[in-house]
Nanobody
Framework: QVQLVESGGGLVQTGGSLRLSCASS????????MAWFRQAPGKDREFVAA????????EYADSVKGRFTISRDNAKNTVYLQMNSLKPEDTAVYYC?????????????????WGQGTQVTVSS
């Protein structure tokens, strides 16, 4: 069983930055591909970014490419999402997810464990 705890959300103005963190329990963090998804009110959960077990591959949604960066520190069992140039449309609850897949899934169904989410609000 893996437990994921997100932190770092908050309120920021348009153009600002935030860094989200997701800490994982257990000693097998480097067995999991990790991802961030987000869900805005009234919308489906959507893929944001993902990173492979060994950080060889990173995937981004087109809407965040060039503004967001996903990274991981396997020694700290933590994955990060650096978000720059934030826009009001980035407002959502951001979820961390872990996958046992050997690839880097872009769909929510490819992930085995989820955190509780952290709210990100970008004011205009």
């Amino acid at each position: 069983q893996v437990q994921l705890v997100e932190s770092g959300g908050g309120l920021v103005q348009t153009g600002g930055s935030l860094r989200l963190s997701c800490a994982s329990s257990g000693r097998t963090f480097n067995n999991y591909a990790m991802a961030w998804f987000r869900q805005a009110p009234g919308k489906d959960r959507e893929f944001v970014a993902a990173i492979s077990r060994n950080d060889i591959r990173r995937e981004y949604a087109d809407s965040v490419k060039g503004r967001f960066t996903i990274s991981r520190d396997n020694a700290k069992n933590t994955v990060y999402l650096q978000m720059n140039s934030l826009k009001p449309e980035d407002t959502a609850v951001y979820y961390c997810a872990a996958s046992l897949s050997m690839v880097v899934p872009r769909s929510a169904g490819g992930y085995n464990y989820w955190g509780q989410g952290t709210q990100v609000t970008v004011s205009s």
